[in-house]
């Protein structure tokens, strides 16, 4: 049982290009959600998915894309990468039907990106 | 804007005494916290919750105390451990909205042997 796994770890991307950064979770978890972590600043919600199919906005949606097709996947897309978007992404996720206020979210180890 | 702040970037304490965690927040909105655990490389992980119907929540050495008026929290560990050095967040959730879990900007623990 690996939890919830993250690919890259590191990823440098120039100003412009796009990548995926790919979250798999292996907990039969419904819920899956995407953060960022600015230097010195807390965790920001980009999207968030309640089940296949479903996705939604969270507080920092812009530049990001999101797809959910099937339970254990929530890949984000940035299209053109942009130097704001230098931060620490971590994938969650969790079991609910209520969503993260009494539920625990189970993190992955994060993606550090730094655009140039 | 920040709606959940920890004013304590750091904090240090020696093995065995108390360590006292704050947060601070902003929207009376907010009706359920909770307190994360983050080391290096790692993502964080949860810690201990409250809801706002209660004013504790006890969880072997980890307590924490909620005070809605003042709009504060905070997380009491006793006794330290070395082990528990790590960056601790806390957390909160919008009762109209499951989904809207903010952040606070986090606070280093180190704990001395």
């Known amino acids: 049982n690996a939890g919830v796994t993250q690919t890259p770890k590191f990823r440098i991307l120039k100003i412009g290009q796009s990548m995926t950064l790919q979250c798999t979770q292996d907990?039969?978890?419904?819920?899956m959600y995407w953060y960022r972590q600015d230097p010195g600043m807390g965790l920001k919600l980009i999207y968030y998915?309640?089940?296949?199919?479903?996705?939604d906005k969270g507080e920092v949606p812009n530049g990001y894309n999101v797809s959910r097709s099937t339970t254990e996947d929530f890949p984000l897309r940035l299209e053109l990468a942009a130097p704001s978007q230098t931060s620490v992404y971590f994938c969650?996720?969790?079991?609910?039907?209520?969503?993260?206020?009494?539920?625990?979210?189970?993190f992955g180890p994060g993606t550090r990106l730094t655009v140039l | 804007d920040q709606q959940v702040k920890q004013n304590s970037p750091s904090l240090s304490v020696q093995e065995g005494r108390i360590s006292i965690l704050n947060c601070d927040y902003t929207?009376?909105?907010?009706?359920?916290f909770l307190w994360y655990k983050k080391y290096p490389a790692e993502g964080p992980t949860f810690l201990i919750s409250?809801?706002?119907?209660?004013d504790k929540n006890e969880d072997g050495r980890f307590t924490v105390f909620l005070n809605k008026s003042a709009k504060h929290l905070s997380l009491h560990i006793v006794p330290s451990q070395p082990g528990d050095s790590a960056v601790y967040f806390c957390?909160?959730?919008?009762?109209?909205?499951?989904?809207?879990?903010?952040f606070g900007a986090g606070t280093r623990l180190t704990v001395k042997p």
């Open positions: 969650a996720s969790s079991y609910s039907t209520r969503g993260p206020r009494t539920d625990t979210q189970y």
């Open positions: 907990m039969n978890h419904n819920y």
């Open positions: 998915s309640v089940g296949a199919g479903i996705t």
């Open positions: 929207n009376s909105m907010f009706d359920y």
């Open positions: 409250i809801s706002s119907i209660k």
């Open positions: 957390a909160a959730t919008n009762r109209y909205n499951n989904n809207d879990m903010r």
